[in-house]
């Protein structure tokens, strides 16, 4: 059975932040909210956990993974960046956006898209994920939470608790954050391409 914390949206307890990096750097996955609504994670580079997160969204390898970083400083050695692509993130981070990158031969293989070798990076309008990140001090591989045979991201914590707190490690009970998919901009090649409309404005996109 997992654990459940209740942390403040705002004021995130620096305590159990620190717990819940712990539970992710001993192999565990976490269920955590973010600005768009509530999400898996593991750490970088934990095989097992992947796997387990695969196993509970249904999801196969081809999947698209997104890192989850605290801020723009460990962008560049996962994924190539060029100096137009990264004003655009400047200007739009944090905030409900997944930004589409060719991948670095850092990145683990698994992570990338093995057909495109992409992958997503995303940098978080919300406190309580930045806190944990920061306490992590290193990017969070993650997935939006989508059930099998869903569409929307997951979004009541107890009724996530209800349906998962046998297959994870922790659930972060952040509140109840509504359905608002991030909006995802493709930069891996030369045109912009917006493949999702979501929350975030996509003007400065078009």
Known sequence: ???FFYV???????????QAAEI?????????????G??????LDNKNALERICQIRKIDKK?????????????ATYARVDNS??????????????????????????LMNPSKRTIGIRVPDNAIALSLLDELDTPLMTTSLILPGNTSTEFDPEEIRDQLEHQVDLIINGGYLGESPTSVID????DVVIVREGTGDLTPFQ
Request: include cysteine; aromatic fraction near 10%.
């Open 1 to 3: 059975m997992s654990q």
């Open 8 to 18: 403040h949206p705002d004021n995130p307890q620096i305590r159990l932040m620190k």
């Open 24 to 36: 992710i750097n001993k192999g565990g996955i976490i269920i955590f909210p973010t600005d768009s």
């Open 38 to 43: 509530y999400a898996l994670g593991c750490a």
């Open 63 to 75: 999947h698209n993974f997104t890192l989850m970083c605290k801020d723009l400083a460990d962008i």
């Open 85 to 110: 692509a990264y004003r655009m993130l400047k200007n739009n981070t944090p905030g409900p956006y997944t930004f589409i990158f060719k991948s670095t031969k850092d990145l683990p293989k698994r």
């Open 187 to 190: 930069l891996s090649d030369d």
